[in-house]
């Protein structure tokens, strides 16, 4: 079964550690993803792009995967299904297919227009007891076409958003997804505390987690952080792993062409980088 992240991220708040959210892209992903949540006893948000739901064929089929996967696995940690950088029409197609919570990313809007129509998934999702993140600031780098230059959010803007009744926030405190370049001058602790002052118990949101130094992150769980999103660390250990297998031939031995095989250490890889991360978040055990 799906679960809102509502639960497991004010647990996580409360007990000072965080719940990763791992980006999802196929099959191998989510499986691997899954079970090390099961062999650790840690929550997990699973984070659905809107492009990878468009490469896994559609939301309904992502709902499908990870539902039966749940099943066949016996997987019994909490798990949210979570669209990442959702539009507002992918936010209402995600509640459709059956996610049990999704991010509206109204950040490139001006504030008003954000508000109006978080207000309106706010209301949708408490309905149906779904989890909704908003998001304020936007998050430098690139993800999917979508570009943000790393902005800090502004501490106001946060708390008009945190008052509409979302479950999570997500401000831009100068992090940036996929890898951080060599000049970049780290997370604004100064704005996170600032955001973490206007919103109070609100949970919130640390997007760009490939990449940041572990005592950045530490001080960021300290600062109110519950979530934290990672994507690119494990599409480098999955690459890496995979060019190492070919490398040496391995595909040309015996079976080794069988995508079973070829594909195993690569599964293997997410599963390290996945421990690690929970490991670093604090949330094993926290199931
Ligand atoms: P990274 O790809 O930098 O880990 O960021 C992931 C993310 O924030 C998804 O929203």
């Not at 129509?117 to 936007?138: I, R, Y």
């Not at 001080?219 to 040496?248: H, M, P």
Request: glycine share 12%.
């Amino acid at each position: 079964m799906l679960v809102s992240a509502k639960d497991m991220l004010n647990k996580a708040r409360d007990g000072k550690y965080a719940v990763g959210q791992f980006n999802i892209n196929n099959l191998e992903w989510t499986k691997a993803i899954l079970l090390t949540a099961q062999e650790l006893n840690s929550p997990v948000i699973l984070g659905v792009s809107e492009g990878a739901g468009k490469y896994m064929c559609g939301y309904k089929t992502v709902v499908g995967m990870v539902k039966g996967m749940i099943e066949e696995l016996k997987i019994t940690v909490p798990v949210a299904l979570h669209l990442d950088h959702g539009s507002y029409e992918g936010a209402k197609a995600c509640i459709e297919a059956g996610f049990s919570s999704v991010m509206f990313d109204g950040s490139h809007y001006p504030i008003e227009e954000n508000v109006k129509k978080t207000t309106e998934l706010v209301k949708t999702c408490n309905e149906l007891g779904l989890s909704l993140e908003a998001e304020v600031g936007s998050i430098g780098g690139e993800e999917d076409g979508v570009v943000g230059m790393g902005e800090c959010a502004d501490p106001d803007e946060c708390k008009a958003i945190a008052d509409l009744g979302v479950t999570m926030l997500a401000a831009g405190i100068g992090n940036i997804h996929g890898k951080y370049p060599e000049n970049w001058p780290g997370l604004s602790f100064e704005t996170l505390a600032a955001v973490k002052e206007k919103v109070g118990d609100m949970p919130l949101v640390l997007h760009g987690g490939t990449g940041i130094p572990e005592d950045m992150i530490k001080k960021a769980i300290s600062l109110g952080v519950a979530k934290i999103n990672v994507n690119t660390e494990c599409q480098l250990s999955f690459a890496d792993a995979t060019r190492k297998y070919i490398e040496a031939g391995k595909d040309l031995e015996g079976k080794g062409f069988d995508p079973r095989k070829l594909l195993a250490p690569g599964f293997e890889a997410i599963k390290n980088t996945v421990k690690e991360k929970m490991e670093l978040f604090g949330s094993i055990g926290k199931a």
